[in-house]
């Protein structure tokens, strides 16, 4: 687990009963609580509306030996945090081991994406890495390497999967690089109406995690 190192709150949160037990647990387990004005929690909190309790966590720096062998996520250049956030926290939801941002992608503990992961980022492996290393290690660690992409031939439940798979999603606008595409044992990809060009990359890699991965789930 991620460490937190204070807990911030307004007077006015904590009234609230779900506030003044976050709080009461927080103390029990030896982490300062400071009351702030909310002005000032509001300038720390980096959002509109802020819900008058902020937690300061130490961002775990994790390697690969946090990695399990098993199926991983590798982001590939993901540059919005929304996206990245969401990312993580369906892989979680969806039985994923641990991911990979590789050089390019936006910093997993963004303020957003922290956010849009609802906690996954706490518990998820993200390992950081470069394009170079990551296929490297990939390789040696016996992924097989699927990469995503509108090229690729469309993944259907009941396919073949091999003992672990490392799902590569792309950038936004780009795709998944030239070096993982070649890196790549196979390209997967989703069927499209004619008239609909692309998906969002969170939409996509949540359709493809679900089809592969709980394929996998289906056959133990």
Known sequence: MV???????TEEAATE????????????AGVGCERVGPR????????????????????????WSDLPAADVVVLDGVQDPGNLGTLLRTAEGLGVGGAVAVEGTVDP??????????????????????????????????WSVWAADADG????RGDALPERVALVLGNEGRGVSPELLA??????????????????????AAILMDRIFSSRKQRC
């Open 40 to 63: 000032e929690l509001e300038t720390l909190a980096d959002t509109v509306t802020p819900q008058g309790i902020l937690a300061v966590f130490e961002a775990a720096a994790r390697g």
């Open 153 to 156: 031939e469309p993944f259907r």
């Open 3 to 9: 460490p937190v190192r204070a807990v911030l709150f």
């Open 183 to 204: 890196a790549s044992d196979r390209r997967v990809a989703i069927a499209m109406a004619a008239d609909v060009e692309s998906l969002n990359v969170a939409v996509a």
């Open 109 to 142: 503990w963004n303020p957003k994406a922290v956010r849009a992961s609802a906690g996954s980022i706490f518990r998820l492996p993200v390992v950081r890495a470069s394009r170079a290393e990551a296929v490297e290690r990939l390789a040696a660690g016996g």
């Open 17 to 28: 009963p779900a506030t003044a037990a976050l709080l009461g647990r927080a103390r029990a």
